[in-house]
Structure formats: C-alpha cells, structure tokens
C-alpha cells in the first residue's frame, strides 16, 4: 500500500509539504502543488477523506447556486468556477435553486452542517436569515460570495461588470444608428443589476437627447418567452418603436421571433440588441448584436475570491469589476429615415 512518506519521496518533498499540499493546497506553490499532485496520481495514492475533513472541519467543497440551469448564460460561469476550484482540490456542489429562496437556503445550510466550506450565488438573493435594512455582511455568515448580480444594499463580496455603463454602450449604438423610438425588455423590476440596466437605457437615451417615455419600458424574466410576449405587446400596442434593447440575449431572440410571427423583416424593419453574448447569439438570423460579458472570466475570479475568503483573508473590495464589449453584428441596423 503506498503511503504519504513514498509520495515525498517521489515527489523530492517532506511529508510534511505533502500533508499541507493535500490540505491546504492554496499554501504551497503551483510549481510544489504540480510535482506533489503528479506523484500522488502516478502511484495511486488515496488519502483518507473523511477523516482529514472530520479533522480541519472542512470539506473542499463550495454550493454554487444557479437560478436556472438551463440557462445558457451560466454554463461559462461555472466552467470557470469549476477550473479554479480544480487547479485547488476543491468540488463544487451545483443546486439548480429556480430563484427558489427555500431551496437556496437549504443548500446554504450544507454549511453549517460541515458538508460544504463557502457558497457562490449567481442569483441575486441572499441565502442567509438577515433582519430587512440591513446594509452590512453579516460576521455571523459563512464565506458567500456573488457573481454577476449583486444585493443592492449588503456589500458582499461580488465580481460583476458595469451594468449601467453597458447598458448604456447598447442604447448608444442604438441612437448613433439614427434610432430615437427605443423600447427596452429589461428583467425583474425588483433586480438590482436591471435597475442598473435601466439607469444605462436612460442615460443614453438622455445623452441622445430623447424624452424618457415609460411605455417604451417593458419587465420580463430573462426567458425566451417573456421576450417574445414583450415584444408582442410593443407591436400590438402600436408604440412605434423601431429598435429594442433586451436585458438578456434569450429575451433578444423571444423578440426576434415575435417579430417575425408579425411579419416584420428584421433588421429593416426593427433593429435588436441583446446582452450577454452567449454562444446562440453568433447563430441567429440575423445575427445578434451584445453586450459581451466576459462570462469564463467571472468564474474564475469569484472563485478566486472565495478560496481568498476560506483562507481567512477579507477583499480589499466588496465588488470586482470585470470589463464588457458590445460585439456589434447585423441585427442592428441604421434607421432608415435617419
């Protein structure tokens, strides 16, 4: 049976560098963790789990919770959550929680009940009991940390982009196509990263000279059929509208399609921009215009974050602001009477 001191060995180390490697990889150096890890795997050594996480109270392990898996947006997300969190020994957990508050609370608990170690939220709730007003974190908390939505008053521990400023960059490519009549699909209403999208719609269309006009703003869900109802009621209520900017790249391509069951020819007759850039957005037809956020990165800085936050250490910064790119394609056009 091959013990640790054969791994030292192997590995040109002591037995203590490959205790703390094994761990608390996130102490030693990459160059120390790769020659350790390499002769751990080439001879087959297993180490006793259950009892070294009984010993350290911890389990290597981190909740993500996910509002909708099936969401395309979050796929990228997590494969970057997931190659940091690999590189340093640790499992992610996904819970698929629906914006369910009980269901992410009961994956938050897995905490307390020493089966995860930290928990990363790609929603926009907290998965903690915290009295209403509160604008601290709570010390009480375990480490929590948010990726690209955030709480509107606790400053946790959040990497995300500019949402006004892109929102903002999207309205502006609009109005510099001649566009005046812009509608706008945003989200949730009560979401603090759509109150931000709708501060960048505003900003624009005031920079562009346009009077604010409430009936150009309309609330869906992100889903592929909250856009396309959207955009229905933009047509049927004859608002004149001849672009739309969409909170997300599902309600964008909902949109596009309403259009198209109208008869409308796209881009002539109504220019579309999204946000996001998820993958489908260089497929549709015409392809679509959006904010690009640079979704790999965010992973794999608030995973990052987190390990930082396990390791005892508080950011210098509750929020990490990762640049975005508005990727311009054919679905937004000049206004033909611009």
């Keep these: 049976m091959v013990t640790i001191k054969d791994v030292a060995k192997m590995a040109g180390v002591s037995i203590a560098t490959v205790s703390r490697t094994l761990a608390e990889p996130e102490k030693v150096s990459e160059k120390t963790r790769e020659k350790v890890m390499k002769a751990v795997n080439s001879s087959g050594y297993v180490t006793n789990t259950l009892a070294r996480n009984f010993r350290r109270r911890r389990s290597n392990t981190v909740v993500v919770l996910v509002p909708d898996i099936a969401n395309p947006f979050f796929s990228n997300i997590i494969q ?41 939220c790609l929603g926009r709730n907290i998965p903690f009991p915290y009295r209403k007003g509160r604008k601290t974190v709570d010390p009480d908390w375990p480490p929590f940390a948010m990726a690209c939505e955030y709480h509107g008053d606790i400053p946790v521990p959040t990497v995300c ?43 624009a269309m005031k920079n562009a000279g346009v009077k604010s006009n409430a009936q150009w703003v309309l609330h869906g869900d992100f889903s592929l059929a909250s856009g396309y109802y959207c955009m229905q009621q933009f047509l049927q209520g004859k608002r004149s509208i001849s ?10 391509i909902g949109a596009m399609r309403a259009c198209r069951d109208a008869g409308l020819s796209l881009p002539q007759d109504m220019s579309i921009v999204g946000f996001d850039d998820i993958a489908f957005a260089e497929y ?27 390791a005892g250490n508080l950011p210098a910064s509750p929020r990490v602001v990762l640049p975005h790119e508005l990727v311009v394609r054919e679905s937004s056009v000049a206004h033909l009477s611009a």
């Design 80 to 120: 970057g959550i997931e190659k940091v969190a690999s590189r340093h020994q640790y499992r992610i957990l996904l819970g698929d929680t629906q914006g369910d508050e009980a269901t992410e609370r009961a994956y938050a608990d897995l905490v307390s009940q020493r089966q995860a170690d930290g928990v990363i």
């Design 161 to 203: 982009i500019d949402n006004v400023a892109a929102a903002c960059d999207a309205v502006t490519h609009l109005t510099e196509l001649g566009h005046r009549e812009i509608g706008f699909i945003n989200g949730p209403a009560d979401s603090p990263l759509c109150e931000d999208r709708l501060l960048g719609y505003r900003q």
């Design 243 to 252: 672009a739309v900017f969409c909170a997300n790249d599902e309600m964008a």
């Design 284 to 310: 549709t037809h015409p392809r679509l215009s959006s904010v690009h956020q640079p979704r790999n990165r965010i992973g794999e800085q608030v995973m990052t974050l987190m390990l930082s936050m396990l």
